[in-house]
Structure formats: structure tokens, C-alpha cells
């Protein structure tokens, strides 16, 4: 049974970053897309666990793909008792039913019923369609954007991931520039540093999952980042990244 409601449930974000291997450093309340976003990443990884990896049709539990009209999130149905944690999407469709789900939100007709990730990264940088952007990269706060564009031929949009905590690893006073690691939840093909997704190879390492990237500000504004920790940052012309939230 395909749903997209939930009740919300407490999930402790230390026990969560220490998943991705990272320390936490949580700023404000968990938000309720948080909550329900880490409640299906633990309970796909659970069943995983258990040796659930398929629904009743057989189909994995978490996989990366689809199109518009496609991508679903699920949450199991006390009253069928075969009903299942699973989840079809890409990153932005992902971060959409979280959103659509938790608030009820309506996504302006300029960018669709289902914006891609460029979208999500233009939305955020012009502080347009119920998204606002963070100046300063030190404001963060739980549960907000990190969105990229793609700019450099690549097929896909870009990306978009929702931050759990951050980590401040280097800092060079003289340049003004400091490097993170992000701990972040996000639908993706590949996997990031201390990733969740590799704990049960069985599903493939495609879907939902938390796992940490890194960052790089100059004067606390995001400048560059990179998928995972050992990765070279991406060119800041090619894929420009922004740090917003969500105010619908």
C-alpha cells in the first residue's frame, strides 16, 4: 500500500549523526520533514536488517529512479500487515513529498508539482517560491536545503540534500575560508562518506539514505562542495551550491 502520511516520532539526532560517523552539532528543533525523512531511512534500513529487501510485489524497498507520477514514499499500514517502509525517487522528487507530506505543501505552478534540483538551487538563491537563502553558512539549522546547479554538461539537473548537522574541520584565518563536514539525508544513485546506504549492500546503495559531504565558505558564505570527504570540490562555476530553507 503506497501512502504518503505520517505520524511524527522522536528520533535523536546524535544517534543519527553517529550512524554517518560525524559528530553532531545541531542548531534549533528537529523539524517534522526531518523526522519523518529519518523515520523512513530507519525503517527501510531496519527491515534491511531483518532480511526484509522487497514489498509484497517483490519490489526493492529503496530504490533510485522514476518520473513525474512515479516516485512514492511509504510507511507501513497497521491495519496490512504486509505493508512496508519504502521509497522511489530522485533527490529533488524526494525532498518534494517530504515537504508536500509534512506541510501540505503546494509548489508554485513556475516550477511545477514536481521541481527538479535546479529548480530547488534557483528557488533557494533568488529566495522565491517559499524558499529563503542563508547568507551565512554559520546560521545554519537543522532540516534546511543545501541545493546545487548543474552547469557543466552533466545530464543531471544537480542536487539537493537536507541538512542533519555540521562539523567544523579546518579554518584559515588568513583567507577567511573553513571547511565542514555535512552530515545530510538526500535520494541519490551514488553513496557519500560514512554513508548509511552501504550498511546493506543487498539494496543496491541507491535511495535514501544520510551520509556526509564536505563544504568550503569564505567569509561564512558557501562557496564549494564536494560529494564525499575524500572528493576534490567541484568547480564553482560548474556546480554552485546554496544553503537555504523552507518557508512555506
Given at each position: 500500500?503506497?501512502?504518503?502520511?505520517?505520524?511524527?516520532?522522536?528520533?535523536l539526532i546524535?544517534?543519527?549523526?553517529?550512524?554517518?560517523?560525524?559528530?553532531?552539532?545541531?542548531?534549533?528543533?528537529?523539524?517534522?520533514?526531518?523526522?519523518?525523512?529519518?523515520?523512513?531511512?530507519?525503517?527501510?534500513?531496519?527491515?534491511?536488517?531483518?532480511?526484509?529487501?522487497?514489498?509484497?510485489?517483490?519490489?526493492?524497498?529503496?530504490?533510485?529512479?522514476?518520473?513525474?507520477?512515479?516516485?512514492?514514499?511509504?510507511?507501513?499500514?497497521?491495519?496490512?500487515?504486509?505493508?512496508?517502509?519504502?521509497?522511489?525517487?530522485?533527490?529533488?522528487?524526494?525532498?518534494?513529498?517530504?515537504?508536500?507530506?509534512?506541510?501540505?505543501?503546494?509548489?508554485?505552478?513556475?516550477?511545477?508539482?514536481?521541481?527538479?534540483?535546479?529548480?530547488?538551487?534557483?528557488?533557494?538563491?533568488?529566495?522565491?517560491?517559499?524558499?529563503?537563502?542563508?547568507?551565512?553558512?554559520?546560521?545554519?539549522?537543522?532540516?534546511?536545503?543545501?541545493?546545487?546547479?548543474?552547469?557543466?554538461?552533466?545530464?543531471?539537473?544537480?542536487?539537493?540534500?537536507?541538512?542533519?548537522?555540521?562539523?567544523?574541520?579546518?579554518?584559515?584565518?588568513?583567507?577567511k575560508t573553513?571547511?565542514?563536514?555535512?552530515?545530510?539525508?538526500?535520494?541519490?544513485?551514488?553513496?557519500?562518506?560514512?554513508?548509511?546506504?552501504?550498511?546493506?549492500?543487498?539494496?543496491?546503495?541507491?535511495?535514501?539514505?544520510?551520509?556526509?559531504?564536505?563544504?568550503?565558505?569564505?567569509?561564512?558564505?558557501?562557496?564549494?562542495?564536494?560529494?564525499?570527504?575524500?572528493?576534490?570540490?567541484?568547480?564553482?562555476?560548474?556546480?554552485?551550491?546554496?544553503?537555504?530553507?523552507?518557508?512555506?
Amino acid at each position: 500500500m503506497r501512502v504518503q502520511s505520517f505520524v511524527a516520532t522522536s528520533i535523536l539526532i546524535a544517534a543519527i549523526a553517529g550512524l554517518a560517523g560525524a559528530a553532531a552539532n545541531v542548531q534549533g528543533k528537529v523539524p517534522l520533514h526531518v523526522r519523518m525523512g529519518n523515520h523512513l531511512i530507519d525503517g527501510i534500513m531496519g527491515q534491511a536488517i531483518n532480511g526484509v529487501f522487497t514489498d509484497v510485489n517483490g519490489v526493492q524497498t529503496n530504490r533510485y529512479g522514476g518520473v513525474n507520477g512515479q516516485y512514492y514514499l511509504t510507511f507501513p499500514d497497521p491495519a496490512v500487515e504486509e505493508s512496508v517502509f519504502s521509497n522511489y525517487s530522485r533527490c529533488a522528487p524526494f525532498v518534494t513529498m517530504l515537504l508536500k507530506t509534512s506541510y501540505g505543501w503546494v509548489p508554485a505552478t513556475q516550477i511545477g508539482s514536481s521541481p527538479d534540483a535546479k529548480e530547488y538551487y534557483t528557488s533557494i538563491r533568488d529566495s522565491a517560491y517559499s524558499f529563503g537563502k542563508r547568507t551565512n553558512f554559520s546560521s545554519w539549522k537543522i532540516g534546511d536545503l543545501l541545493a546545487s546547479g548543474y552547469y557543466d554538461g552533466s545530464n543531471d539537473t544537480g542536487h539537493v540534500m537536507v541538512v542533519l548537522s555540521v562539523k567544523l574541520v579546518s579554518e584559515d584565518t588568513v583567507t577567511k575560508t573553513r571547511e565542514y563536514d555535512v552530515l545530510v539525508m538526500d535520494s541519490s544513485s551514488g553513496i557519500h562518506s560514512r554513508d548509511t546506504r552501504t550498511l546493506c549492500p543487498q539494496l543496491n546503495q541507491g535511495g535514501v539514505g544520510r551520509g556526509t559531504i564536505k563544504v568550503k565558505t569564505v567569509n561564512d558564505v558557501i562557496k564549494q562542495w564536494a560529494w564525499s570527504l575524500g572528493a576534490a570540490y567541484y568547480p564553482e562555476a560548474g556546480r554552485p551550491i546554496v544553503l537555504g530553507y523552507f518557508n512555506g
